[in-house]
């Protein structure tokens, strides 16, 4: 009988880390989040729905593992939390539809981006402090969206092939910060960061505009302007209608995971 999948929602300050993958001799999460496992007792390793990079945190990662016996899944994040860093927990352990891979049955991201315009205490371990004029940016970052080859705005380490961004918002949540939304079914490495930092360079006068649109429209490279890691979240991990292990509010509410800024609370207090 094949052993049932579990889905798991993750959440993490990805500022103590190395990344999500494995690397050896340095810490990641993904074997934070294996030791837990195996002290808790499941020595099934969880596949995730992507890799986020050195730095980068995660509101929302998605985890499948596959269950040796059954398992309360109301006790199931508390029984791996135990054994995590206060910098990652398990959220929420919902049963996934068979067949189910976090990242392939994915159907899409989103990935949010903080600037600061001014110096925000709390939210400096997790925004980019730059001044930047929002009306200059939107635009860029506006025209961003659709399919196209975005070679020019990723590392070579990922394939050429057309992707698409689907929607780029971006917003002023309160005074002194700017978040960029960008959301689409899938991302190369350093993508956002790549786009973000290199609209910000345009914005500034640092890159020219005719080369950033020739960047989008024939992937001509161009002087790598790579937003700072700390300033990205892995937001959400989107699924179809049927596929979804959480509900739309458990989406919402995000039970479990800190409030904004993210992850603040667990820093240790100013002396």
Request: hydrophobic residues 40%.
């Amino acid at each position: 009988m094949t052993s049932p999948i579990v889905a798991l929602w993750c959440w993490y300050h990805g500022g103590p880390f190395k990344g999500y993958q494995t690397q050896p001799g340095l810490p990641t999460v993904q074997d934070a989040v294996i030791a837990a496992l195996q002290a808790a007792g499941l020595t099934r390793k969880p596949l995730p729905a992507g890799r986020t990079d050195a730095g980068v945190h995660a509101r929302m990662q998605v985890l499948s593992l596959r269950l040796p016996e059954p398992i309360d899944l109301e006790q199931l994040p508390g029984r791996i939390n135990a054994h995590l860093p206060q910098s990652v927990r398990i959220t929420l352990a919902r049963p996934a539809a068979r067949g189910f891979h976090p990242q392939y049955s994915s159907t899409g991201k989103e990935y949010r981006y903080q600037l600061l315009t001014r110096e925000l205490g709390a939210w400096a371990p997790y925004g980019w402090r730059i001044d930047v004029d929002p009306a200059r940016l939107r635009p860029l970052l506006e025209s961003v969206v659709g399919t196209r080859d975005f070679g020019a705005f990723h590392d070579r380490t990922s394939n050429r092939m057309p992707r698409t961004v689907e929607r780029v918002e971006l917003l002023e949540p309160g005074a002194g910060r700017l978040e960029v939304r960008m959301s689409g079914p899938g991302f190369a490495r350093y993508m956002v960061r790549l786009l973000v930092g290199s609209a910000v360079a345009v914005a500034r006068g640092e890159l020219s505009e005719s080369d950033f649109r020739a960047g989008l429209d024939t992937a001509k490279k161009i002087s790598e302007v790579r937003a700072p890691a700390a300033g990205l979240t892995l937001w959400e991990v989107r699924y179809a209608a049927g596929a979804d292990p959480f509900s739309a509010t458990e989406r919402t509410e995000a039970p479990g995971v800190p409030p904004e800024p993210p992850f603040h609370w667990l820093d240790p207090p100013a002396t």
